[in-house]
């Protein structure tokens, strides 16, 4: 790490956390996976949720990046302006570690909830 206050980086990280895996995309992803196509809760949607979240994670990132180019920054100064060089790589990391996390203690209750609406629906 070059520098960067290890409080900061916690709070950095939670921040990331609750920000980029327990964001709503995580719930809403497995909301379309289970009601919306053939796959059934298990390994598969676990998967490809985690897989959503690391790409919107991925596509925030090459954002933050490209609007660097545009802007005219050079890469040292953009990783500047980062604090550290694995910049990306903590918060991509973080992303996956959020939506593990929402997978783990928020899937069961998403699964009820899911169930209680299909029951409304077709009862």
Same mark, same amino acid.
């Given at each position: ?13 939670? @921040? ?8 709503? &995309? ?25 897989? @959503? ?56 209750? &998403? ?13």
């Amino acid at each position: 790490m070059t520098g960067r206050d290890p409080r900061a980086l916690l709070a950095a990280g939670a @921040v990331a956390l609750v920000v980029s895996g327990i964001a709503p &995309h995580d719930r809403l992803t497995w909301g379309l996976l289970i009601r919306r196509s053939p796959l059934r809760p298990g390994k598969w949607p676990v998967f490809l949720v985690l897989c @959503v979240c690391l790409a919107i994670s991925a596509t925030y990132e090459l954002f933050e990046w490209w609007t660097a180019v545009i802007g005219g920054e050079s890469a040292e100064a953009f990783l500047g302006t980062q604090g550290d060089q694995w910049d990306t790589q903590w918060d991509m990391f973080m992303a996956l570690v959020g939506a593990a996390t929402a997978q783990v203690l928020l899937g069961r209750l &998403h699964d009820r909830q899911i169930a209680r609406r299909e029951e409304q629906s077709h009862g």
